[in-house]
């Protein structure tokens, strides 16, 4: 229904085409093309593994984490091929993930992981906000795989709450009262971000008991070769799917579901050639956030996000639909947003770019085309390079934005319809571009703070043609 949603405000909104848009369609359907043929699907042995031939009992209180594990580990030595977990619900620790294996959820079958930190040892390299680390291992962790996929129409169920893993936040709406330990204290996040200043050796970044920072649910670290197919993913400890310095990478069909503190959906960080498509997702943040790492960390690895195209998902709750950053210090480049519908009073903001003066990095070449956005709590298009920033606070690393085209945009209610707001004194945004745009039920009109070139070609703000882009732009009593 809301492929139809989008393709009706289209037909029936817009107006003529114009001529912007006729030098902007071409390039973001070659952009699109290219990525298609950048992305090819794993292929597995037609070998099957079922998880209950190894002690797995559906129903059983008894973890099955060695059991999916011998599994995994016996299909990858022979070759490759699926490991099956048949319907039923099942109990598991973490699970490992190794190269041309398909773990495949049949339908009706849960995996509830364990929510015990102790659980999740030993420790592994991983990343945390993009800053890097040992830390607990995430539920579902590969590192340096290929050919891996996890498909099916099972559930995968974290089964984090403010009992457990979300009150490791340190704030109170998810269960954390004065005198808990949290990420907040000396120990964990402080500590981590502190080193990541001072440019300390990931020897001696290490965690786990005492840090408070929460695993995500599957990180695929640098990893070739990727499918997630199909299944429902709820109740994380933190950010759902986050692939991680990998490429190659298809995600279609998943449904994620989880509104705990940094439930962003999706988090391709540091990747390159990755499709996303007919996913659904209401959650505690962004729904897709697009990374490249934090600060001096991505600087060092220098691995820019590039080459990703979103196609035919709906955005229902979440802090913004699509979001870029902001993590963002390696860059982002060629992304296409195509044909998504984004729509909730709780979704905050429907196409986000966030970063600032400490993160850098350069935002470039970044198509959003064909959206449907209902109804969102804040703005349609929100580009930030203050994020975050304390008061007259200044970093070295004054961030980049430019190329961004916005076409075929229709809105029904929001409090702006843009939210753009540069650095002072330095052109961090340039070359925004939208064309063919409605945005009615606006309530303030656009904000317009330290931007730089903007260019409208037919844009329409609550009834009225907007030929520049003021920070008012209403219709005239």
């Avoid at 490992?96 to 420790?123: G, M, Q």
């Avoid at 943040?285 to 691995?303: P, V």
Wanted: with cysteine.
């Amino acid at each position: 229904m809301y492929r139809a949603f989008v393709f009706l405000s289209t037909l029936f909104f817009f107006p003529a085409v114009g001529p912007a848009q006729k030098a902007i369609r071409p390039a973001a359907d070659s952009l699109k093309n290219v990525i298609r043929q950048s992305v090819k699907e794993p292929i597995f042995p037609a070998r099957s593994f079922r998880i209950t031939d190894f002690g797995a009992s559906p129903g059983s209180s008894e973890p099955a984490t060695l059991a999916i594990n011998k599994a995994i580990e016996l299909c990858s030595y022979e070759g490759g091929g699926t490991v099956i977990v048949p319907a039923g619900t099942y109990f598991s620790g973490p699970i490992y993930l190794k190269s041309n294996v398909n773990l495949h959820l049949e339908k009706n079958a849960v995996i509830r992981f364990s929510t015990r930190p102790e659980d999740y040892l030993p420790l592994v390299k991983t990343r945390w906000e993009g800053i890097d680390c040992y830390n607990y291992s995430p539920l579902i962790y590969a590192y340096n795989e290929h050919n891996i996929a996890i498909t099916g129409e099972g559930i995968l169920d974290g089964q984090a709450d403010t009992s457990n893993w979300w009150k490791w936040k340190g704030k109170p709406e998810y269960g954390w009262k004065k005198g808990m330990p949290s990420q907040l204290d000396p120990d964990g996040r402080p500590r981590l971000q502190k080193m990541n200043e001072q440019e300390t050796g990931l020897e001696f970044r290490v965690f786990g008991e005492g840090g408070y920072l929460r695993p995500p649910f599957i990180q695929l670290y640098q990893c070739t070769g990727i499918l997630l197919e199909g299944f429902t993913i709820r109740n994380s400890p933190f950010w759902l799917i986050h692939p991680l310095l990998s490429e190659n990478i298809m995600i279609r069909k998943v449904h994620a579901e989880s509104h705990g503190p940094n439930n962003d959906g999706i988090d391709p960080e540091s990747c390159r050639n990755v499709i996303i498509r007919d996913c659904f997702f209401d959650t505690g943040d962004d729904c897709i956030a697009i990374k490249s790492g934090r600060d001096h960390d991505g600087r060092k690895w220098n691995r820019i996000s590039e080459n990703i195209l979103i196609t035919a998902c709906r955005m229902k709750n979440g802090h913004g639909g699509v979001s870029i950053g902001s993590e963002i210090s390696g860059g982002c480049r060629n992304v296409v947003v195509d044909s998504c519908v984004m729509d909730s009073p709780e979704l905050e903001r429907a196409l986000r770019i966030k970063t600032n003066s400490l993160r850098g990095g350069i935002i470039e070449n970044i198509y959003f085309s064909n959206i449907a956005v209902g109804e969102v709590k804040v703005s349609v298009l929100d580009i930030d390079c203050q994020y975050e920033l304390k008061t007259n606070v200044a970093g070295n690393f004054p961030p980049v934005i430019r190329d961004i085209f916005l076409i075929n945009i229709t809105s029904r209610k929001s409090r702006y319809a843009l939210f753009l707001k540069g650095i002072p004194g330095f052109t961090s945004l340039d070359q925004i571009v939208i064309n063919n745009a409605w945005f009615d039920g606006v309530q303030k009109g656009n904000y317009l703070e330290n931007a730089g070139n903007i260019y409208f070609e037919k844009v329409y703000l609550n009834g009225s043609e907007c030929s520049l882009p003021s920070k008012s732009c209403h219709k005239t009593p």
